[in-house]
């Protein structure tokens, strides 16, 4: 074993007696540990500060009941959960995600990604991560009313437009923040910018919809054009059929790829024709309003084919954008990806891809864009519109996504000031781990043992 190894295991074992059977959060610590041991060894007072163990830890962890009643007039009860993170930078920031596989060890490792990925933002964001094991899929528009409004009852007394911010994430889209920010409103007596994703007539920024997606295309254009190549004419396989992958398939047609693949929990398409802007219109229909299945597609367009219980990384592209899940990319489905001739992962997702497809990624020298880095779009954006809340101001779309294309830029920028390799190659994942780790730990260091 070498000694790097050694010493990463020896640092898991510390976090693995803590938090045992947790292995969403593990893997999400053991993946930024491998790569900030090495830079803290070489800075010490880190180690001094004890930083990394700390911010392992949270600050603060809530979980509340959150009974409700569905349209039989039954009782039923399901599991909230706040997780307050790290706010060293800022006040707590990150989603609600409502989805039967939400548990603590979920939202933990979420959390703990969101406390990098803020801090990669350059805004003053702490981070932060909610949810509950609702799932809001086949429920009626009033059940999901009524369910918001009992979890935003016990939510609203922990957080704040100073203390925390959530905002959506899987299963929490516009509907939900509405029926969570009129509950907020009317508990608290107060209009304030506590939820970010909010609709445009009540305080909502222009492009925050968009924003996780574009984003990543930003950021995939970025780290494409530092190799000397593009995105134009390129084959791109994208996975979901929610908020980031609808934005993303959008950018990516506005910027001359062609998407050919999107897909939900129940198998994928494949449209080698491409996905243009009529074929996503149907899309944003289906999964935004309708609220049906994507094999849907299939009955809609001629040519593309459904295939059930399958990933969309099967099809032969020459990107991939995972932007479904966490662990929706595993080592097979790598290996199959390199096969086919793909040239770079994208992450739209938090930790869509395994520990073991990244080392067969990473072996084969794929370009890789971490989601914390490359999915930063989404909470730089609500960084934006509780900007606007405290002008009382909005800004118009042209200036928010200029606005959100320099923040990618500038991610890119600290990704590849920490992260450049001899070989002149940029590693994402430690330019993304150390540029995040960096500052959260000075204002640790300065604000003392609290
Ligand atoms: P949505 O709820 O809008 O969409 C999620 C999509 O992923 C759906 O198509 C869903 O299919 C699919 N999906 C969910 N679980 C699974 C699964 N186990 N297997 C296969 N497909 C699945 O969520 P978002 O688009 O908002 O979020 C997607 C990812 O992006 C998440 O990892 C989230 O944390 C991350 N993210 C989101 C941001 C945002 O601004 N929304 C910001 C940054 C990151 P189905 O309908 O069948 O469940």
Request: charge should be neutral.
């Amino acid at each position: 074993m070498t000694e790097h190894a050694s010493r990463l295991q020896a640092f898991m074992a510390t976090i693995e007696k803590r938090n045992p059977h947790e292995a969403e959060f593990l893997q999400a610590v053991r993946e930024v540990a491998d790569t900030l041991l090495p830079f803290i060894d070489q800075h010490p007072t880190y180690k001094d500060y004890n930083i990394l163990e700390r911010m392992c830890e949270p600050e603060r962890v809530v979980i509340f009941r959150v009974p409700w009643v569905d349209d039989q007039g039954r009782y039923c009860v399901n599991r909230g959960y706040r997780v307050q993170m790290n706010s060293a930078i800022g006040p707590y920031k990150g989603g609600l995600r409502f989805h039967p596989t939400v548990t603590l060890s979920v939202l933990k490792f979420l959390a703990f990604e969101q406390v990098f990925k803020n801090s990669l933002t350059t805004l003053p964001l702490g981070g932060g991560k909610g949810g509950s094991d609702f799932d809001p899929k086949g429920k009626s528009d009033h059940e999901i009313m009524r369910f918001c409004q009992s979890f935003m009852n016990e939510l609203s007394r922990h957080i704040g437009a100073f203390t925390d911010i959530p905002a959506g994430d899987i299963g929490v889209g516009a509907r939900e923040i509405g029926y969570l920010f009129g509950q907020y409103k009317k508990i608290s007596n107060e209009f304030t910018g506590v939820l970010t994703g909010k609709g445009l007539d009540y305080g909502g920024s222009l492009i925050r919809t968009e924003a996780t997606g574009y984003g990543v295309v930003y950021f995939a254009n970025e780290a494409l054009t530092a190799r000397g190549d593009s995105l134009e004419g390129k084959k791109c396989a994208v996975s979901g059929s929610g908020n980031v992958a609808q934005y993303t398939i959008e950018k990516l047609i506005q910027l001359g790829a062609i998407p050919v693949t999107v897909s939900d929990s129940a198998g994928f398409v494949h449209d080698p024709a491409g996905i243009d802007e009529s074929k996503l219109a149907f899309i944003k229909e289906l999964k935004n309003i309708k609220r049906g299945r994507i094999d849907e597609y299939t009955h809609h367009v001629k040519g593309a084919t459904f295939h059930p219980d399958t990933t969309p990384w099967n099809a032969p592209v020459d990107l991939a954008f995972p932007c479904a899940t966490q662990n929706e990319l595993p080592e097979k489905d790598a290996h199959t990806l390199i096969k086919n001739g793909c040239k770079g992962v994208f992450e739209g997702a938090n930790m869509p891809t395994t520990e073991e497809a990244y080392q067969v990624i990473r072996h084969h020298k794929l370009l890789f864009t971490p989601g914390k880095a490359s999915n930063a779009g989404g909470v730089a954006t609500s960084g934006l519109e509780m900007s606007q809340n405290a002008q009382r101001m909005s800004w118009t779309r042209d200036e928010v996504d200029y606005r959100l294309k320099m923040i990618m830029k500038s991610i890119h920028g600290n990704c590849e000031k920490f992260g450049r390799q001899e070989d002149g190659m940029i590693d994402y994942v430690k330019g993304a781990n150390i540029a995040g780790f960096v500052k959260v730990a000075d204002a640790m260091i300065a604000q003392g043992h609290v």
